[in-house]
T-cell receptor
Framework: GQQVMQIPQYQHVQEGEDFTTYCNSSTTLSNIQWYKQRPGGHPVFLIQLVKSGEVKKQKRLTFQFGEAKKNSSLHITATQTTDVGTYFCAGEPYLNSGYALNFGKGTSLLVTP | DGGITQSPKYLFRKEGQNVTLSCEQNLNHDAMYWYRQDPGQGLRLIYYSQIVNDFQKGDIAEGYSVSREKKESFPLTVTSAQKNPTAFYLC????????????FGPGTRLTVT
């Protein structure tokens, strides 16, 4: 099926450093969602992007959707220990809308104080 | 108090036994999903259901079965045919399938020995 690739797989930063995870799809997406899973927890929805080139911010988190709607990124400014977890992107394929999302494998973020 | 529940949190079974994982939601969502999570593999879709009495195979359906007789319930049976059943299983629901926020349950960690 359609692939959603996410890089890097792991990232270890010092508290206060910035962090970015990237999501790339082999096909055009209708929309993309981002989720966060804390260690030992379950994924929790963060945001959905729909429009080409869309940028949304949530405090220190900035989400972007590429112009071609094939890639997306999540950038965290000045990380805190509360940012620790795995961040997943999930895309809805444009040619297969209304069904299940394709999840990336996630980027695990570790923040050391 | 609306939400999605999974039980039990931990489950232990002997090899060769079928086991059924419970998933219930009171969010009045049409769509429900089962994912399997292994370290470094992200979320892999097992089955999903867009509406009552209907379900579709995901990427890794072999060795699993589901039913959707009620809107609120989407149980997953891990059969003895599943070659490597030990994993963390997550159930999710969304208002409709596709571009809608997914709400995840707390998960069931299944260990088969």
């Amino acid at each position: 099926g359609q692939q959603v690739m996410q890089i890097p797989q792991y990232q270890h930063v010092q508290e206060g450093e910035d962090f970015t995870t990237y999501c790339n799809s082999s096909t055009t997406l209708s929309n993309i969602q981002w989720y966060k899973q804390r260690p030992g927890g379950h994924p929790v929805f963060l945001i959905q992007l729909v429009k080409s080139g869309e940028v949304k911010k949530q405090k220190r988190l900035t989400f972007q959707f590429g112009e071609a709607k094939k890639n997306s990124s999540l950038h965290i400014t000045a990380t805190q220990t509360t940012d620790v977890g795995t961040y997943f992107c999930a895309g809805e394929p444009y040619l297969n809308s209304g069904y299940a999302l394709n999840f990336g494998k996630g980027t695990s973020l570790l923040v050391t104080p | 108090d609306g939400g999605i529940t999974q039980s039990p949190k931990y489950l232990f079974r002997k090899e060769g036994q079928n086991v059924t994982l419970s998933c219930e939601q009171n969010l009045n969502h049409d769509a429900m999903y089962w994912y399997r999570q292994d370290p470094g593999q992200g979320l892999r879709l097992i089955y999903y259901s867009q509406i009552v009495n209907d379900f579709q195979k995901g990427d890794i359906a072999e060795g699993y079965s589901v039913s959707r007789e009620k809107k609120e319930s989407f149980p997953l049976t891990v059969t003895s045919a599943q070659k490597n059943p030990t994993a963390f299983y997550l159930c999710a629901s969304s208002m409709k399938a596709g571009a809608y926020e997914q709400y995840f349950g707390p998960g069931t960690r299944l260990t088969v020995t």
